[in-house]
């Protein structure tokens, strides 16, 4: 099983240690069905990249003969995958030497080193624990990104796969419908979503959602944070604050910063990434899109750049469409 998977369930076997009543009815179960599933998903999920990029490769190193312009193809075609140059040069470089070296000529062979490389450079940092009480997770990103798609997947997810129960946190008070999508979710989920006024102080409603979540005994807070304020307030300085007002009210909170980039901008994104990081304080990514972008190479690129882990993928617009992000699952997702 992949690091990312048995890191989340440590972190949050945690959790259920900590809590005093009983959860061990709602442990997980059945990690080979979720192996294969995350598998299914993201062979299902990744077929525009694969079929733009990923599935061409066979065809251009699979040739009778492999020549300067077959690398020069294989390249050009990574970085229309948004990988980066420095990756996909890097890439080029060890296959070229890998076939020179073993004298490889069955494409089955350089397939098979292909999928070594990329799984290589997706290795997984180990993940934040999610220890609090309550532990809070603030999720952040642009307008746009599926961030509050994101915190009700999330929110799903973890219910049903670790027993967790979240409230939700509405913090974006500048945007009234930004408020009632997550309303929707929570309702549409069952769970409980604390929301300010409009245009009322974000700080508060983490202080309040904190605060639930202690009366109710609920395991995790998602803090669903604003993209985009009113011009004469600047969106990092509020994250900032809302950033401490969750480290005043919950000791060690934040416990995790999952910054959410739409697949579908590419390299576009990182900028954007960086600005979040610096303010914030990021711990981990959430990929979303993958299912609509002929871009997913960009995994290896973001995780190159900014060296942090991805740590969700988002594969559709559907509640379930959230797995935990599987480097071996994400390549086969590519290459099979
Ligand atoms: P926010 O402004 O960042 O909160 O973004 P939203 O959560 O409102 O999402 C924006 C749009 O992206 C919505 O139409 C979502 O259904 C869609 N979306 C979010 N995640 C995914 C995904 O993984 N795949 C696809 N295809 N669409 C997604």
Redesign the pocket.
């Known amino acids: 099983m992949a690091n990312g998977q048995w890191g989340l369930l440590a972190e949050w076997s945690t959790v259920w240690a900590k809590r005093p009543f009983d959860h061990s009815t709602t442990r997980p179960t059945g990690i080979i069905p979720r192996v294969l599933d995350s598998l299914k998903n993201f062979t299902a999920g990744l077929t525009r990249t694969r079929q733009a990029v990923f599935g061409r490769i066979a065809s251009i190193v699979g040739a009778s003969e492999i020549t300067d312009d077959t690398w020069d193809e294989l390249e050009a075609t990574l970085i229309q995958a948004d990988m980066g140059v420095a990756v996909a040069g890097e890439l080029i470089a060890r296959l070229k030497k890998h076939v020179r070296d073993e004298g490889v000529t069955q494409e089955h062979d350089l397939r098979a080193f292909l999928r070594q490389e990329l799984i290589a450079q997706l290795k997984a940092a180990p993940l934040p624990r999610l220890l609090g009480d309550p532990a809070v997770l603030l999720m952040v990103?642009?307008?746009?990104?599926?961030?509050?798609?994101?915190?009700a997947?999330l929110a799903k997810l973890l219910h049903d796969r670790d027993g967790v129960t979240p409230i939700l946190a509405a913090t974006?008070t500048f945007r009234a419908a930004?408020i009632d999508?997550l309303k929707e979710w929570g309702h549409r989920l069952n769970v409980e979503v604390i929301a300010g006024q409009p245009n009322g102080d974000p700080g508060a409603v983490v202080y309040d959602a904190i605060a639930a979540a202690r009366a109710r005994r609920a395991d995790l807070v998602i803090v669903?944070t604003a993209?985009r304020l009113h011009t004469k307030f600047n969106l990092m300085e509020e994250l900032k604050k809302v950033r401490g007002v969750a480290a005043k009210a919950s000791a060690g909170a934040p416990h995790a910063v999952l910054l959410?980039l739409?697949s579908t901008t590419g390299q576009n994104g990182l900028a954007q990434a960086k600005a979040f990081t610096e303010a914030v304080g990021v711990t981990g990514l959430v990929l979303?899109?993958?299912?609509?972008s002929a871009k997913g190479g960009v995994a290896f690129a973001i995780h190159r750049d900014l060296g942090l882990p991805i740590v969700y993928?988002?594969?559709?617009?559907k509640l379930d469409?959230?797995v935990p992000f599987d480097p071996e699952a994400f390549v086969d997702g590519l290459l099979e």
């Open positions: 990103g642009v307008n746009g990104s599926g961030k509050t798609t994101t915190t997947k974006d930004a999508q669903d993209g959410v739409d979303t899109k993958l299912d609509g993928a988002g594969l559709g617009e469409d959230l």
